[in-house]
């Protein structure tokens, strides 16, 4: 028995490794995009470029980086596909990224605001992404709660228990959400949008799929995503609607050449089908339905369909400085991980008694009351570090790793921890004793 | 002194033979587990920055409110899904060993199933089913106005892990329910004992070394295991903290891999636990003979009630492969008790690519339990069998595998086997080699267990008597030793196996092309979009059907054998 | 079900010697064979009888090659076998268990030694065939092991052993498993198959009944140490110590001490009377009085005996005899008398006198 299934095993293995030695001009991409994607890409590149077979490898953002690290001594990966422009810069600052000049010209420089292509020519930006509320018109319907339009809709007491967000610390989109409420909305204010939400979630995902996942089935009713995810759901069937609100930006999904690629002149032939007008109209099919960042295309775009070079909104979106938010990455998902995500509980509950009293003063209104639940949302939407300490680099050495010893991460972290542990216990307090006083 | 020169002492002789053995076992258990493990893991006793050796990291673990709260709640959690899969998995073992029980076979196997649970789609489909708004809350809501938030925070992460990972406490406790010697109960019987005070005094305690093989390996797995606390979004436990810090980009964090080391330590440690509460207790081993417990003929009352629980039981375990089967079917579900309509576009969707995934998936996942089962029988069998030097750690080495998570393996072997070139130029990291490597030591300490097991139901007189005719220690292995232990082997290949086949977070670092991939993979490809997920699960459909399938052949296999063999007296 | 009488097929090559020298063994620190020295003679049946856990199994094993010594020499026809493994000895060993494998049949079970000699195919058939025709068995070879009873095992497991027509024959506890009827039909067989092959054989029992019976020789052994060896009569004739006297057979142990000196000597036992002690006896330190039951009379005391006063306690009608317990001082003495019809019995609680002849008491220490 085992030993046909051993002799089974062997001639599979011996058609399994002829595959290797076919293909000469196989070009391997790694990249974040799902395989209703890549599919249509790949299928419209190969017919394009007939001799080149696209080889994809599917790898979340954060892992394909990590990946391009460890292997850099011994390059196999032509290219880097994904979504959020930090990754690339991230494999820029490492050098895994090759300079090029792609022979599409004439696209636009900017979108939105963001500028489209890496200045130096390292990466490129290929479709146009913008962040925004999607919500599944079920849901909403059953509970009987309003169709949010902006941000700080996020923060009313009819939304609790009913947002979901994914960690910015694990989705790169997300973190540019983050990064652009706190730029739009300022260090102080955003971190109170952020934390008046938060204390609204009722679910902190830790993919980037897991939140149009959970609005899509209606485990959740609404979800902070990139466009895409709603557009291409509803071209799915699924009962979900999507929102740009006003304090957003659009930013673009890249790809970037390999350092060392082995197939070079392969990486170029797709760089080179990706910007042209072909690869570009692969983006509206339904199952991918992203912005293309060639304008011409938009013509051919499904109705309803946003475009970013027209569309008044999006010329009024807030300048996306992305050197501010390099400088303070780690420091802006580690405050959302330890002052949101892992207190979430508390945080949640702390809100729910602020809802209760507000609720009470709001029939009666006792001045006493009133001052202790304003102190109770101060404790809540204070922060441990302010905008200039957290791009310092005395704290960006903490997570990076300096010459000069700094406080250790773990040190910062139950630091931030401990500080909301108790801001949020006393909030929870203080509101409660509120409610007792209206009572 | 003349008589004592005439008595010279002897030297127990060296077995070069077992020498080598442990050796070559040792030296791959090195190469492919702790070499590369360990070049990940050195993190954790590295200072950040400078590089300096250090125990901080360990220091900051103990100081972090986060990380203590996290591993009160892991412990909380692996103890609690201990309980709920004892309460699940005792009827069911009860039941189809000590009475005459239509289906036991059947429910044999169905208990099985549950470990084959594929990633993300499994997922998925408990929160279609059992979330706060699949098919039971919502229904539950339109009648009776309330929800049971059964998949949320700590007591979700249980009822997934209980529903997951009972299967091994079934399978242990009714191997060793069956061995009982029919002796011990009717001596207890004709002492006066019956009913539940004889199943509480007499046939669970000689059954608890079966029930604690299981409940270990029950602890350890939820103890370990990221991917359910994460699809249910909770982050405060080891195993998802270590995960989450171990892969966030631009991260050098150690603490990631400190926690790592806590959990092989924690791991290692409950393991070692179990097999010192063990000691001495071997007690289905001693008696053999008398051919197992008494089956009972159930009253009509009983018959009743006995189908009613085990249906329910059953209709629970597989609840989550009857999500995932709508789901495969299922055009939109959204917000709704059931599916919108019904399609079978998904299937037609991952048809043409599923051959290539199911190929790869067997390859890998039988080479990976070949491995297993002839690297855990040889490790058995020098426990069990002999006394040379390094055998205990080659088990606790093997058993560690356990707790090293998934993505530490992955970029370990990225590490250690990317720097290595065939002849070519290609990275010995990229051969789907490597792919079958991580699963072996992933699914390991399931057939060393296993392995372990079989060999000591093997009464070593058996062994004896063939030495005693003239049969070399190597061929009473092959003549006496392997036969006899083909059941108890072909159960631990069906375990590495089934595991391996759904298995995902090693490989997702280690595969290079689609053409390579086995079934979880393209499962998670599919996975990332809203359209995805009906091939997804047509996908994870398949996945279940053909584990199963091998999973109920290998079963027939064995008692065809246990028949041929005939309860041995 | 009887053994076939001849031996065609399988030729016994000529009894081997087995010589044991100063074997010593541990178990750790535990030292569980003490300078064990033992001769069996070529074409011997002879038994290790002992208590469970006074080392016969052990040694049995480590002539098999399942223990290893530290020091000493098992020597089997002329070959010390000490240093090989248990494969290369040649040394046939039925186990308790019998350890017949399952997975095979009857006929696989005897073939598998013959296989292992590399046996040409037809050797093979027909020694497998002459071994279950010496037991009897020949018409279930393809049975498996699982579908014969206690008794059918046993004598496949001695075929299989015999099949390889090994220089000497080790049984452990081969009737152990046997209900009593079975166990007297198989140890007799046993006895004749001996004969027939004449195969140096060693029988491990703690049954003396199954040693004496079948067994020309005999070494009693006791935590670890040979006590003593003989044949069943000399040793139960002329048991060496206190252990090999209450192991074998029903003995009268009495306390006393040594009273007198040279020819006068009395061993005095309290509360009861006195004996004289025989000329030429040696009386170690510390010895007890022994005596069998049948040695002793009770009520008339014969010319030359002494009598011990003493108290009837119980009495058992055992048919050919009846059997006395007597109070005699602070010990418990059984006397035997062969029962005729109409003999009067003592009644319980009768005072009497156990009447004794020197010449048939022995004294011995632990």
Redesign the interface.
């Known amino acids: 028995?085992?030993k046909t299934?051993?002799a089974a095993?062997l001639v599979?293995?011996a058609a399994?490794s002829t595959?290797?030695a076919q293909d000469g001009g196989k070009v391997?991409v790694v990249t974040?995009?799902?395989?209703?994607?890549t599919d249509p890409f790949k299928a419209s590149f190969e017919a394009e470029n007939p001799g080149f077979t696209l080889?994809?490898?599917?790898?979340?953002?954060?892992?394909g980086?990590?990946?391009l690290d460890?292997?850099k001594?011994?390059n196999?990966v032509d290219l880097f596909w994904a979504s959020a422009p930090?990754?690339f810069d991230?494999l820029k600052g490492k050098s895994l990224l090759a300079k090029f000049a792609p022979l599409v010209t004439g696209l636009p420089e900017k979108v939105g605001s963001y500028p489209v292509n890496d200045p130096e020519g390292y990466y490129f930006g290929f479709a146009a992404s913008g962040y925004g509320i999607m919500w599944?018109d079920?849901?909403l319907e059953?509970n009987n709660l309003p169709k949010p339009a902006e941000w700080s809709d996020l923060t009313k007491p009819e939304f609790h228990d009913h947002v979901a967000i994914a960690?910015p610390?694990?989705s790169?989109t997300t973190h540019l959400t983050i990064e652009t409420v706190l730029q739009g909305e300022g260090w102080d204010k955003g971190w109170g949008t952020l934390k008046g939400i938060g204390g609204n979630l009722?679910?902190?995902?830790?993919r980037s799929?897991?939140v149009?996942?959970?609005v899509?089935?209606?485990?959740?009713g609404i979800g902070i995503v990139i466009d895409f995810?709603a557009f291409?759901?509803q071209?799915?069937?699924?009962?979900?609607s999507f929102v740009y609100p006003s304090v957003t930006t659009v930013v673009p999904a890249n790809i970037g050449i390999v350092a060392n690629a082995p197939n070079q002149k392969g990486a170029e032939a797709f760089v080179n089908y990706l910007l042209s007008e072909k690869g570009q109209a692969v983006l509206l099919e339904?199952?991918i339905r992203r912005l293309p960042i060639n304008p011409a295309l938009y013509a051919n775009a499904p109705e309803g369909f946003p475009n970013p070079f027209k569309d008044p909104r999006f010329q009024s979106m807030i300048t996306f400085d992305s050197d501010v938010s390099k400088k303070r990455?780690?420091v802006v998902?580690t405050l959302f991980d330890?002052l949101i995500?892992?207190q979430l509980d508390p945080l949640k509950g702390a809100t729910k008694a602020i809802y209760a009293a507000e609720k009470a003063l709001a029939a009666k209104d006792v001045a006493e009351a009133r001052t202790l639940v304003n102190e109770a949302r101060g404790l809540i939407s204070a922060m441990p570090v302010t905008a200039d300490e957290a791009a310092s680099p005395q704290i960006r050495?903490a997570?990076?790793?300096?010459?000069q010893?700094t406080a250790?991460?773990?040190?910062l972290?139950?630091q931030w921890?401990?500080f909301a542990?108790k801001n949020y216990a006393e909030a929870k307090a203080k509101a409660e004793k509120a409610l007792s006083l209206v009572d | 002194m003349a008589s004592v020169a005439s008595i010279p002492f002897r030297r127990v002789t060296a077995k070069p033979g077992q020498i080598a053995a442990v050796a070559l076992i040792g030296l791959f258990l090195a190469i492919f587990l702790i070499v590369p493990a360990g070049t990940v893991i050195y993190t954790a006793f590295t200072?950040?920055?400078?590089g300096a050796l250090t125990f901080?990291?360990f220091l900051?673990?103990f100081?972090?409110?986060?990380f203590r709260r996290s591993f009160f709640n892991s412990v909380y959690v692996a103890g609690m899904s201990v309980v709920w899969a004892t309460l699940i998995a005792l009827p069911l073992a009860v039941l189809t060993t000590r009475f005459d029980f239509r289906g036991s076979m059947v429910i044999q196997t169905l208990g099985f199933v549950p470990l084959i649970m594929p990633p993300f789609v499994g997922a998925?489909a408990m929160?279609?089913l059992f979330?706060?708004?699949?098919t039971v809350n919502l229904m539950l809501y339109d009648w009776f106005g309330v929800r049971i938030p059964f998949m949320e925070g700590l007591n979700g992460v249980i009822f997934v892990q209980s529903l997951h990972y009972f299967p091994f406490i079934l399978i242990n406790l009714s191997t060793s329910l069956r061995n009982i010697d029919r002796s011990m109960e009717e001596a207890a019987q004709n002492l006066g004992s019956s009913g539940f005070r004889l199943f509480r005094r007499i046939v669970f305690p000689l059954s608890m070394p079966g029930y604690l093989a299981g409940a270990s390996l029950v602890f350890v797995k939820v103890f370990d295991d990221l991917a359910t606390p994460?699809?249910l979004?909770v982050?405060?436990m080891l195993a998802?903290q270590a995960y989450?810090r171990v892969?966030?980009?631009?991260?050098?964090?150690p603490?990631g891999y400190v926690i790592s080391v806590i959990l092989i330590i924690v791991s290692v440690f409950a393991m070692w636990l179990s097999a010192v509460a063990m000691r001495g207790k071997d007690y289905s081993t001693v008696q053999r003979g008398g051919g197992g417990l008494m089956r009972r003929n159930l009253s009509r009352g009983e018959s009743i009630v006995a189908y009613g629980v085990v249906g329910f039981i059953l209709l629970l375990v597989l609840s989550p492969h009857i999500g995932l089967l709508l789901l495969s079917f299922a055009?939109?579900?959204?917000?709704?008790p059931l599916p919108d309509d019904f399609t079978m576009v998904h299937y037609a969707r991952v048809f043409d690519e599923s051959s290539i995934y199911i190929?790869?998936t067997?390859?890998y996942a039988?080479?990976a339990g070949?491995i297993d089962v002839v690297i855990g029988g040889a490790i058995a069998y020098l426990l069990l069998r002999t006394k040379v030097v390094g055998r205990r750690w080659l088990d606790w080495a093997a058993t560690s595998a356990l707790a090293i998570p998934g993505?530490v393996l992955g970029?370990g072997y990225?590490?250690t086997f990317?720097?290595v070139?065939l002849p070519d130029?290609?990275?010995l990291?990229?051969l789907?080699v490597m792919v079958v490597l991580a699963l072996a030591i992933r699914r390991l300490p399931y057939a060393l267990r296993a392995c372990y097991a079989a060999l000591q139901q093997v009464s070593e007189s058996l062994e004896e008597a063939a030495e005693n005719l003239g049969a070399t220690k190597q061929r009473t292995i092959r003549r006496i030793v392997l036969p006899l232990m083909t059941g108890g082997l072909l159960a631990g290949f069906v375990t590495s196996f089934s595991t391996a086949a759904v298995e995902l977070s090693a490989t997702?670092?280690l595969?290079?092309?689609?053409?390579?991939a086995p079934i979880a993979?393209g499962i998670?490809?599919?996975?990332?979009?809203?359209?995805?997920?009906g091939p997804g699960a047509a996908l994870g459909v398949i996945a279940v059907i053909m584990v199963a399938l091998c999973t109920l052949l290998s079963h027939y296999?064995i008692e065809r054998r246990q028949k041929a063999i005939g309860s041995a007296k | 079900m009887n053994m076939n009488t001849t031996t065609a097929g399988l030729a016994p090559s000529p009894a081997k010697a087995i010589s044991i020298r100063d074997v010593n063994l541990f178990y750790g620190d535990l030292q569980v064979l003490k300078d064990i020295n033992l001769d069996i003679q070529p074409g011997e049946f002879f038994a290790f009888l002992g208590p469970s856990g006074c080392g016969k199994t052990t040694l049995l094993r480590l002539i098999a090659g399942f223990n290893t010594a530290r020091q000493g020499s098992v020597v089997v026809g002329g070959v010390d076998v000490l240093d090989m493994p248990p494969w290369k000895r040649d040394i046939g060993m039925v186990f308790q268990s019998y350890a017949l494998w399952p997975h095979m049949t009857v006929a696989r079970n005897v073939a598998f030694g013959l296989e292992e000699r590399r046996l040409p195919r037809a050797e093979v058939e027909r020694r497998v065939d002459a071994a279950l025709n010496l037991v009897g068995l020949k018409h279930l070879a393809e049975r498996r092991p699982s579908q014969l009873s206690g008794g059918q095992q046993q004598r496949v497991a001695l075929a299989r052993t015999i099949a390889i027509e090994p220089k000497v024959l080790l049984l452990d506890e081969p009737l152990s498993n046997l209900d009593a009827k079975m166990r007297v039909e198989v140890r007799r067989e046993l006895r004749e198959l001996q004969q027939r092959l004449q195969l140096t054989t060693i029988f491990v029992t703690h049954d003396q009944e199954e040693a004496n019976t079948v067994c020309d020789r005999i070494a009693v052994f006791n935590e670890g140490r040979i006590q003593q060896v003989g044949t069943p009569m000399g040793l139960y004739e002329k048991p060496a110590n206190l252990f090999v006297a209450n192991f074998l057979g029903t003995a009268n142990i009495l306390d006393g001490h040594v009273v007198g000196a040279g020819a006068d000597r009395l061993f005095e036992v309290p509360g009861a009377g006195s004996i004289p002690i025989p000329a030429g006896t040696s009386v170690p330190r510390g010895a007890k009085l022994v005596f069998r039951p049948q040695y002793a009379t009770i009520g008339s005391v014969a010319p030359g005996a002494v009598a011990l006063a003493g108290t009837v306690t119980h009495r058992e009608f055992l048919g050919a005899t009846v059997r006395y317990g007597v109070q005699v001082g602070t010990a418990s003495v059984l006397v035997d008398v062969p029962f005729h019809s109409g003999d009067a019995l003592l009644e319980t609680g009768t005072r009497t006198s156990v009447g004794l002849q020197p010449s048939s008491a022995q004294w011995l220490a632990e």
């Open positions: 028995m085992l299934i051993a095993m599979s293995a399994i595959v290797y391997t974040s995009f799902s395989k209703d994607v080889d994809v490898q599917n790898k979340s953002t954060s892992s980086v990590k990946y460890e292997i001594a011994n196999q930090d990754a991230s599944n079920r849901y059953a960690a610390s694990r790169g009722q679910q902190v995902t830790e799929f897991g149009p996942d959970a899509n089935s209606g485990q959740t995810f291409s759901a071209a799915g069937g699924f009962p979900v339904p199952s990455t780690d998902d330890q995500s892992f050495d997570f990076t790793g300096g010459e010893k250790r991460q773990a040190e972290e139950q921890a401990s542990t | 200072e950040k920055g400078t901080v990291n900051d673990f100081r972090t409110d986060l998925v929160q279609l979330g706060r708004n699949g994460l699809l979004n982050k405060d998802p989450l892969t966030s980009v631009g991260l050098t964090d603490m055009t939109v579900w959204s917000y709704s190929k790869n067997l390859i039988s080479l070949l993505v970029i990225l590490r990317y720097g070139t130029g290609t990275p990291a990229t789907w997702l670092m595969i290079q092309s689609n053409s390579d993979y998670y490809v599919f996975m990332q979009s809203p359209a995805g997920r296999v």
